[in-house]
């Protein structure tokens, strides 16, 4: 399975901006995803890109996050805007089909009100 490696995470107060990275080992030609962990809930999705580019995004971080890649660098990016207490989490990077999923280990975001 491809290796993910995600960075870019930290403390940050609201109404801040962060961008995510995560590093694949390899070159990805499926699907890529952030999705996030907040303490007590379940991971939900936050955005996704196919290979051709198209981007599916959580209703919740419309207009405020940006998901593109990179496919010279094999690298995914979230950007962040308008961080509200609600981005709160644990953002994982994620690649392939739901069968075949490999996962990062997760970078901690923490926005503070």
């Known amino acids: 399975q491809v290796q993910l490696v995600e960075s870019g995470g930290g403390l940050v107060q609201a109404g801040g901006s962060l961008r995510l990275s995560c590093v694949a080992s390899?070159?990805?030609?499926?699907?890529m995803s952030w999705y996030r962990q907040a303490p007590g809930k379940q991971r939900e999705l936050v955005a996704d890109i196919r290979s051709d580019g198209g981007k599916n995004y959580a209703v919740s971080v419309m207009r405020r996050f940006t998901i593109s890649r990179d496919n010279v660098k094999n690298t995914i990016y979230l950007q962040m805007n308008s961080l509200t207490p609600e981005d709160t989490g644990v953002y994982y990077c994620a690649a392939g089909p739901a069968w075949s999923r490999s996962w990062g280990q997760g970078t901690q975001v923490t926005v503070s009100s």
């Open positions: 390899e070159s990805v030609r499926s699907t």
